[in-house]
């Protein structure tokens, strides 16, 4: 495919339902319009999203990004536009430089809107972008927290984005516990596959869902939008597949609720003797 017969939307709620969400095509994806609608909601906040499709109408990659101030990770980058998430299609890879052509379409907008610039938090870990490809257009490095970097594109004078200080937010979360939203669709299924074997191990997944960007801004991990935790202990900070979990609840809550039983039944034994 040529890049000329590829076509860049900026996708809004006018042209949301022919362009729809981008990573996430199958409708009936228990995802899909839980992101429609969180979509629909943080349109009114400045969120863009730019995709582009081929001629057929088929989504190839999108980037989606907002004013920092609504940015839904623990990060303070008011005067910034923040991208949350940029994806290519594998089909969209065919045509070379769709993932740098996406960010160079959000540092024009960042431009024509007197922003002072682009941020971005990449990983070299799963479910985040990697900095290489902003690199190559431009970013550079500020800052690191945890697996997680803060890459930004300058375009005037201003003060830097900055991780926000979460380091005492998992404490609050005592048991089993999943906080998330549905920025990302994939969530939502994690988190009902999670809460159906937690049940079934005789466990209860405690699930809070971050209603806005100031929540995610303190969530307990920097990925902002999924958390799973265990006694104030944060246990992955992305999407958690079955087989992710199972090895987590074997390994991490079973065995370390099987040692609190055992310690409380010689506790008790110590006393009766």
Not at 4 to 16: C, Q, R, Y
Not at 31 to 60: H, I, T, Y
Not at 223 to 251: A, E, I, M, P, Q
Request: hydrophobic letters at 40%; a positive charge.
């Amino acid at each position: 495919m040529c890049p000329s017969e590829t076509v860049l939307e900026k996708v809004g709620p006018a042209n949301l339902p022919e362009c729809g969400i981008g990573c996430l095509i199958n409708q009936k994806r228990p995802g899909f319009q839980r992101k429609v609608e969180w979509l629909k909601q943080n349109f009114a906040e400045g969120l863009r999203s730019f995709m582009f499709r081929d001629g057929k109408g088929k989504p190839l990659g999108f980037i989606e990004f907002v004013p920092g101030e609504f940015a839904w990770r623990p990060v303070d980058a008011r005067g910034w536009l923040f991208v949350h998430c940029l994806w290519v299609f594998p089909r969209g890879r065919k045509t070379a430089g769709l993932g740098s052509r996406l960010i160079q379409a959000c540092v024009a907008e960042a431009r024509a809107t007197r922003a002072i610039g682009v941020a971005a938090l990449v990983s070299d870990g799963p479910w985040m972008a990697s900095k290489e490809i902003f690199l190559k257009n431009g970013f550079q490095p500020i800052a690191a927290a945890d697996r997680f970097q803060l890459v930004i594109h300058r375009l005037r004078e201003g003060p830097e984005p900055r991780f926000r200080d979460i380091s005492g937010n998992a404490k609050k979360y005592r048991g089993l516990h999943v906080v998330y939203c549905a920025q990302c669709p994939m969530l939502p299924k994690s988190v009902n596959d999670l809460s159906k074997m937690a049940v079934e191990r005789g466990l209860k997944l405690k699930v809070t869902v971050l209603k806005n960007a100031r929540e995610a801004q303190n969530a307990p991990s920097y990925y902002g939008v999924f958390s799973l935790l265990w006694n104030g202990r944060l246990l992955s900070d992305h999407y958690t597949s079955k087989g992710r979990f199972k090895y987590l609840l074997r390994d991490e809550i079973l065995k370390e609720n099987n040692c609190g039983s055992r310690r409380v039944k010689r506790q008790s034994d110590a006393t009766r003797s």
